[in-house]
């Protein structure tokens, strides 16, 4: 069955009741969960943001951000609609975050971009289908082997937990390791995850080494639970 990475991530927050309801649509048929989700609607909220930041990290080049943000204020220039206005205004707060950022420290010294790359697959965990994304792969060498590194931009209103984006990480380690590891050596410290919305950052190897504690297969294992009933 399919699940939510926004679910699958919050789900150790949710109240009993949010906790339950997820159970009772994960239980629905696939065309019905389709047509509540069309139903609900809405877009990205962050996606402006997110993919200034994003070329502007790919390119090492400043002007996606600086431009994005012109382009932002002058669509709030032109709205009286407050909802509209704060979502404008939390979308240039991250973009003024990132304005003057090196983007260079995400990567090794030296290594190529991933053009051909897998921005996002479906990966089977257990009884569970999850949409895993990554925005940037970039190969480099160390110690004479090719090794391959990732990145993804993450936002929402209030900043992720460590242990949310260690969930993140995990995912996009999965992914990585399935799309790329027949050529590459895929390195835990360059799977990383950025939340965007606070700028704090965290890679795959803190979760191996423990420094992040492993949540993805226990919460999994909870929802497995869950449904049980």
Same mark, same amino acid.
């Given at each position: 069955m399919k699940i939510k990475i926004k679910d699958l991530i919050e789900f150790a927050g949710y109240s009993d009741r949010r906790k339950s309801n997820l159970v009772e649509r994960l239980r629905l048929p696939a065309a019905a969960v389709e047509e509540i989700e069309v139903s609900e609607g809405g877009g990205d909220y962050w996606v402006?943001?997110?993919s200034a930041i994003k070329a502007s990290?790919?390119?090492?080049?400043?002007?996606f951000i600086l431009q994005k943000i012109d382009d932002i204020n002058n669509d709030r220039?032109?709205?009286?609609?407050?909802?509209?206005? *704060?979502? $404008?205004?939390?979308n240039l707060r991250i973009?003024?975050?990132?304005?003057?950022?090196?983007?260079?420290?995400?990567?090794?010294?030296?290594?190529?971009l991933?053009?051909?790359?897998v921005k996002e697959g479906e990966l089977q965990i257990g009884d569970f289908y999850l949409k895993a994304?990554?925005?940037?792969?970039?190969?480099?060498?160390e110690d004479g082997i090719e090794k391959v590194g990732a990145i993804l931009f993450v936002a929402r209103k209030d900043r992720y937990t460590k242990s949310e984006l260690g969930i993140f990480a995990e995912l996009m380690y999965r992914l990585v390791?399935?799309?790329?590891? *027949?050529? $590459?050596?895929?390195?835990?410290e360059h799977i990383l995850v950025v939340d965007v919305t606070s700028t704090e950052s965290l890679n795959y190897a803190s979760v191996l080494n423990g420094q992040v504690p492993?949540?993805?297969n226990n919460t999994l294992n909870e929802i497995q639970r869950l449904l049980r009933y």
């Open positions: 402006r943001c997110i990290c790919k390119e090492n080049d400043l002007s220039r032109n709205t009286q609609h407050r909802p509209t206005i *704060d979502k $404008y205004d939390r973009l003024h975050n990132f304005s003057s950022y090196n983007f260079l420290d995400f990567f090794p010294e030296q290594f190529e991933l053009e051909k790359t994304k990554i925005h940037i792969s970039f190969s480099f060498e390791e399935a799309n790329y590891s *027949d050529n $590459y050596q895929v390195a835990p492993s949540q993805l």
